[in-house]
C-alpha cells in the first residue's frame, strides 16, 4: 500500500522504466494501481536503435508483473518520509 | 488521479508485448482485472536481423494476462509511416523474473 501511495505521487513526473526483458521505457507517469501496473504517456524507448519495436506507440500500459527499476527524477524522492514511512510500516503501526 | 484501466483502450488497435517476447497487434474488445485481453483482427510482427517484419495473421486472440508485458496505444498514422519491410532487430528477450 505504501509504494501505491508513493507512486501515486509521482503523476505527472517524468520516469523511466525497465522492464524484466532489458527493454528500458521513458515517459511521463499517467496513472498507476494497486498491482502497481504503471500507464505512461508520450513515452520513448531508451535504445530505440536496439529495441525499434515501440516506435509507433506513444502512450503505454505496463503490468506491474514484468517491472523491474522504476528511475525517479532526484526531485521525486523524499527520502526522510520515506523511511518514516517504511519503519512505521515495519512495525506494524 | 485518471485511471489505470484499459478502458479507454476498447476497440483502438494496440501493440501487446508479451512475456516471451512476441509483438501482437489487434484491435482491443476486452480485458478484465487480471489483464487478460481479447484482440480481434490481430497480427503478430515477428522481427528478425536477416528479413524485415514479417506479419503473420492470428485473426481473434485471447491473451492470457500472466503472459503480458505491455500494451501499447498503436499511433495508426506513425505505424503508417513506418516501412517495416526495411526495419530490422533482434526480437525482444523474453522476460526472465
Known amino acids: ?93 | 488521479m485518471a485511471s489505470t484501466s484499459l478502458e479507454p483502450l476498447v476497440d483502438q488497435t494496440i501493440s501487446v508485448i508479451t512475456n516471451d517476447g512476441r509483438n501482437i497487434v489487434g484491435v482491443l474488445k476486452g480485458f478484465d482485472q487480471a489483464t487478460n485481453l481479447i484482440l480481434d483482427e490481430s497480427h503478430e510482427r515477428v522481427y528478425s536481423t536477416k528479413v524485415g517484419v514479417e506479419p503473420i495473421v492470428l485473426g481473434l486472440y485471447i491473451i492470457r494476462g500472466d503472459n503480458i508485458a505491455v500494451v501499447g496505444e498503436l499511433d495508426e498514422e506513425l505505424d503508417a509511416s513506418l516501412d517495416l519491410t526495411s526495419l530490422r532487430a533482434h526480437p525482444l528477450k523474453p522476460v526472465q523474473h
Open chain 1, 1 to 93: 500500500m505504501l509504494f501505491f501511495s508513493y507512486f501515486k505521487e509521482l503523476v505527472g513526473k517524468e520516469v523511466t522504466v525497465e522492464l524484466k526483458n532489458d527493454l528500458a521505457i521513458r515517459g511521463t507517469l499517467h496513472s498507476v494501481d494497486q498491482y502497481l501496473n504503471i500507464k505512461l504517456e508520450n513515452t520513448r524507448v531508451v535504445d530505440q536503435v536496439k529495441y525499434p519495436h515501440m516506435l509507433s506507440v506513444k502512450n503505454c500500459f505496463i503490468r506491474g508483473s514484468v517491472v523491474r527499476y522504476v528511475q525517479l527524477p532526484p526531485d521525486g524522492v523524499d527520502i526522510e518520509i520515506l523511511h518514516d514511512a517504511t519503519r512505521r510500516e515495519a512495525r506494524g503501526d
